[in-house]
Every structure is written in structure tokens, then in C-alpha cells.
């Protein structure tokens, strides 16, 4: 599995203002917009193209087109709808499928809820943006389910994660290409499954649910 966690100050300084809890839900939405657009930059690094030949006003030349199939763009809801604006902004060609997943605050257990997904995900692309990566539960089952439907190549892009849950994501992934694209790796996890220092529920915190 490929990490990497975005070294940038400004990423760092909007992640500063989402972490605060006195940001309001306006805020909070736009600044995880923001933070995908610079975080997507990195992740779609080895998004497939093929070659083109264009002509500029002034002569012919060569250029990259995104190769088809086109990349899918998988937002884990509830939280990872509001990654999904600023991901689209950098692929606005992507297609777009729906995991629903809730975890269980007790057990910690992801479910699957809802899903809207190409049966068929052969040569794709894929995308998943979430953006809390505490145990790993719902990202690996969210992995677990692309794979089984053909998928060859995904990528995560999730604003925090704790280290615990990204080690279980290397062990269960072993042998798969995966690559996790994160704007910091925080501290762990408190025995609530809550990342530290984190930034709380990112969910109830979007969608104004506290
Ligand atoms: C959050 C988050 C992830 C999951 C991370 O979603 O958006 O999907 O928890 O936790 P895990 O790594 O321990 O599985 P939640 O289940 O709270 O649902 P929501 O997006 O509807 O708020
Ligand atoms: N889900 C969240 O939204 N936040 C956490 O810290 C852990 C799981």
C-alpha cells in the first residue's frame, strides 16, 4: 500500500480551522471542499491518460486526454458526500457511485446501508473519498467491495486518519494496489474509536447534527 500524507501549510492551516470545534457547519463544508482540491491533486497523480494532438491558435502539438474508462469517484456517505464537489471539480469527466456505510458506535462495525455502483468496475479507476479513517472498518469493507466487483486500482483520499486504522488497512489490502492519500496523520484513537486529536464527528459536524 502506497501513504501519502500531504507536507503543505496550507493544507495544514485549513485542517487547523476544521479541527477547531467552533467552526461552524458553512465553514467546515467549505474548508473540506478546499482541503479535497489540494489533496485530489496528489491522488489523481496516476490517474490514466492517453495521448492527443491538438492545435493551438498558433501550431499543432501534443497533449493527454483522461484515458477511458473513465475514473469513478466512490463517496462514502454520509461524510464523504461533502469530499465529493471538490473532487469532481479536479475530474469533472469521473463517474460517480454511492456507498452507504454507518458505523456502529458500539461495536465499531461498519454496515452497509445503501450502494449505487457499476456492477462492473473491470480496468476502473476508483476513487473512494471519505473523510475519517479511525479503525479502517468502513474503508476496508469499501475497498473489499470495489475489488469484488473487478476493481484493480483504488485510491482513498481521507483528510485524517489514525494510525491504527491505516495499519489495518496495509494488512488487509496486502498484494492489492492501494493507495491512501491523507491531509495528516494524527495521533490514535480513543477508546471511543474517536481519531485524536481529530476533529470530532465529521458527519454531525457538515451536516450541522451536533
Ligand atoms: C464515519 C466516517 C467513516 C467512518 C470511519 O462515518 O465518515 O465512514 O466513520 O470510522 P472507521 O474507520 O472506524 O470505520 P459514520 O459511520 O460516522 O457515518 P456518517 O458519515 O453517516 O456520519
Ligand atoms: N468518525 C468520525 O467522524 N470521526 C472520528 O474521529 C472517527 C470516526
Not at 476508483?126 to 485510491?155: H, N
Request: glycine share 8%; hydrophobic share 45%; proline share 6%.
Amino acid at each position: 500500500m502506497r501513504v501519502h500524507v500531504a507536507d503543505h501549510p496550507l493544507v495544514t492551516h485549513k485542517l487547523t480551522v476544521l479541527r477547531d470545534r467552533t467552526t461552524s457547519s458553512p465553514t467546515f463544508r467549505a474548508l473540506t471542499s478546499e482541503l479535497v482540491t489540494l489533496l485530489a491533486y496528489e491522488a489523481t497523480r496516476s490517474v490514466r491518460t492517453v495521448p492527443v494532438v491538438i492545435d493551438t491558435p498558433v501550431a499543432r502539438t501534443e497533449g493527454v486526454a483522461i484515458a477511458d474508462p473513465k475514473p469513478i469517484v466512490v463517496p462514502i456517505l454520509r461524510a464523504g458526500l461533502g469530499m465529493l464537489e471538490g473532487m469532481t471539480t479536479l475530474l469533472p469527466s469521473a463517474e460517480v457511485g454511492f456507498l452507504g456505510m454507518v458505523r456502529d458506535e458500539e461495536t465499531l462495525e461498519p454496515a452497509v446501508y445503501a450502494e449505487r455502483l457499476p456492477a462492473d468496475l473491470h480496468d476502473r479507476q476508483c476513487f473512494v473519498i471519505d473523510p475519517m479513517l479511525a479503525t479502517g472498518g468502513s474503508l476496508i469493507a469499501a475497498i473489499e467491495y470495489l475489488f469484488d466487483r473487478g476493481a484493480v486500482d483504488v485510491t482513498a483520499v481521507c483528510l485524517l486518519a489514525a494510525p491504527e486504522g491505516l495499519e489495518a488497512v496495509e494488512r488487509a489490502t496486502a498484494g492489492r494496489e492501494v493507495t491512501v492519500v491523507l491531509g495528516a496523520l494524527d495521533e490514535r484513537l480513543n477508546e471511543r474509536g474517536y481519531i485524536v486529536p481529530g476533529l470530532g464527528d465529521a458527519g454531525d459536524r457538515l451536516y450541522g447534527t451536533v
